[in-house]
């Protein structure tokens, strides 16, 4: 149980179960909501603990309700629900029993009814907090552990869909590898401990320089990968340059005074020789190493692209 009061929804058609139901369930744990069977029961459902449909009578009135939220309670942690329905109405119920609410017969004992409501606010409890896990997991195996964007796997798993979203929409895509200069003599001089905060200086300059909808990873040791849906090479440009003069700006090392420069390749979709998310990351690898071979600190684009795009297309 959470240390706030749980708050109960109490859908039903007559006052004539309030006192015993406030008597039961009415503590300190638990506040009461009531409300008439009706459509402004969906909406308030999504912020109560747990929705409990007293049905003594013939259930044509709330079955249609309970029906629309059932599909919710088999989807996962949603609001859980529970039924006190008429004994001689039993088989109508049964049905969403199996569904997965809970159903309890009248005339019913207090402290059972007491005991099932709490055993449901317990159980939403432990999905939340699975969920809350699952999600945690999900991030972390996204994640590069050193420098906290995404992993190698990640960006390649967004590479494909990304491709693929923009041959069917006929979007620009565009990426951008860089590669940091002369890393290895960051480590050789000043060990691996000042390289690793490097890392994670460049890393966070990187999330700085682009748009939410952007994405940045590790692809590797030194190397990170910017992905740019639905930007045109010159948008592209824009922020590579915004990214070199960022790291340009960076006081890294034991001092501060450690200048980081990087090396960056850059790659466009739509065209003629980028006809898959392979040809994309080759052809942004192919720049990033023309760049390094033609002095480094600079920015390189995959040969053959034009610098514009073709007229009434979009840009970034």
Request: with cysteine; hydrophobic share 40%; net charge negative.
């Amino acid at each position: 149980m959470s240390a706030r009061p749980c708050t109960l929804l109490v859908v039903e058609e007559a006052d004539s179960n309030q006192a015993e139901l406030s008597r039961v369930l009415d503590t300190g744990e638990r506040t009461l909501r009531r409300i008439p069977p009706g459509p402004e029961v969906i909406r308030l459902a999504t912020e109560v603990d747990l929705v409990l449909f007293v049905a003594p009578g013939c259930p044509s009135a709330m079955r249609p309700l309970v029906d629309r939220l059932l599909p919710q309670v088999e989807g996962g942690p949603s609001t859980p629900l529970l039924v006190v329905a008429g004994r001689e109405f039993m088989r109508p119920w049964l049905e969403v029993l199996r569904r997965g609410a809970e159903v309890v017969f009248d005339p019913y004992d207090g402290d059972e009814l007491a005991a099932r409501v709490d055993r449901l606010l317990e159980l939403q409890a432990r999905l939340k907090r699975l969920a809350g896990q699952v999600g945690e997991l999900q991030r972390l195996s996204s994640t590069d552990g050193l420098t906290g964007v995404h992993n190698h796997r990640h960006f390649q798993e967004r590479l494909r869909e990304e491709f693929r979203r923009a041959q069917r929409y006929d979007d620009p895509l565009s990426l951008i590898l860089l590669d940091l200069d002369h890393f290895k003599q960051v480590n050789d001089q000043y060990g691996h401990t000042i390289g690793d905060g490097v890392l994670r200086e460049v890393a966070a300059a990187l999330q700085r320089s682009v748009r939410e909808t952007d994405l940045v990873a590790r692809y590797g040791g030194e190397e990170f990968a910017v992905l740019l849906p639905r930007t045109h090479l010159t948008g592209a440009l824009t922020v590579a340059e915004r990214v070199r003069r960022e790291l340009g700006l960076l006081q890294v090392g034991p001092d501060g005074r450690l200048r980081v420069t990087a090396s960056l390749g850059l790659s466009s979709f739509p065209h003629r020789t980028v006809l898959s998310p392979e040809q994309l990351l080759l052809t942004a690898d192919e720049a990033l190493y023309r760049a390094k071979d033609d002095g480094r600190d600079r920015i390189s684009l995959h040969t053959q692209l034009p610098l514009f795009p073709p007229a009434g297309s979009q840009g970034e």
